[in-house]
T-cell receptor
Framework: AQTVTQSQPEMSVQEAETVTLSCTYD???????LFWYKQPPSRQMILVIR??????QNATENRFSVNFQKAAKSFSLKISDSQLGDAAMYFC????????????FGKGTHLIIQP | NAGVTQTPKFRVLKTGQSMTLLCAQD?????MYWYRQDPGMGLRLIHY???????AKGEVPDGYNVSRLKKQNFLLGLESAAPSQTSVYFC??????????????FGPGTRLTVT
């Protein structure tokens, strides 16, 4: 089975600081999508950022950016100027090139923001 | 737009009982998915559908059945509930794009407990 690995079960960061969450994945596809989802205590899954594998440029969304290393199959999420509202579970996910068979998720990283 | 809605939000079943979870989306999406989330795990794909009248198995399909009689609805059935099916269930929908998937939109989840 193709897997997504998040090696940090929990991370803690001071408010206003920067934190990086790690993700590695396995795939035999050359064209695919990668995602970071946020899940706050409400349980709602919220898309944070998306990266298309054929694009070399790293995706950015305001304070959120990724470091996408295709050859290394690495997809880390950097959160700058951390805010209390960023506290949540963060899941890395991969979609296969065929598209139809859904997302494969990592086990998640619990992000704690220290005031 | 309500987005993706799930009914019910909570349910307690006794072992051997049956039930159906309803997912509805108003975004005219072609693809729909059912995932389950267990403690300490990411979401895992149960079944999915790429269009009205079509369904396919995901990673963990055993003990579940699905139907997509209308494009906007995707039903997940448990014929004989088991304690191992205690979980939070998420429905999601999306449309295919060039080379992959657009963002998956998730419902709020259904917490199911089987005693």
């Amino acid at each position: 089975a193709q897997t997504v690995t998040q090696s940090q079960p929990e991370m803690s960061v001071q408010e206003a600081e920067t934190v990086t969450l790690s993700c590695t994945y396995d795939t035999s596809e050359s064209d695919y999508y990668l995602f970071w989802y946020k899940q706050p205590p409400s349980r709602q899954m919220i898309l944070v950022i998306r990266q298309e594998a054929y694009k070399q440029q790293n995706a950015t969304e305001n304070r959120f950016s990724v470091n996408f290393q295709k050859a290394a199959k690495s997809f880390s999420l950097k959160i700058s100027d951390s805010q209390l509202g960023d506290a949540a579970m963060y899941f890395c996910a991969r979609e296969g090139g065929g598209g139809a068979d859904g997302l494969t998720f990592g086990k998640g990283t619990h992000l704690i923001i220290q005031p | 737009n309500a987005g993706v809605t799930q009914t019910p939000k909570f349910r307690v079943l006794k072992t051997g009982q049956s039930m159906t979870l309803l997912c509805a989306q108003d975004m005219n999406h072609e693809y729909m998915y059912w995932y389950r989330q267990d403690p300490g795990m990411g979401l895992r794909l149960i079944h999915y559908s790429v269009g009205e009248g079509t369904t396919a198995k995901g990673e963990v399909p055993d003990g579940y059945n699905v139907s997509r009689l209308k494009k906007q609805n995707f039903l997940l059935g448990l014929e004989s509930a088991a304690p191992s099916q205690t979980s939070v269930y998420f429905c999601a929908s999306t449309n295919p794009t060039r080379g992959g998937l657009d963002e998956q939109y998730f419902g709020p989840g259904t917490r199911l407990t089987v005693t």
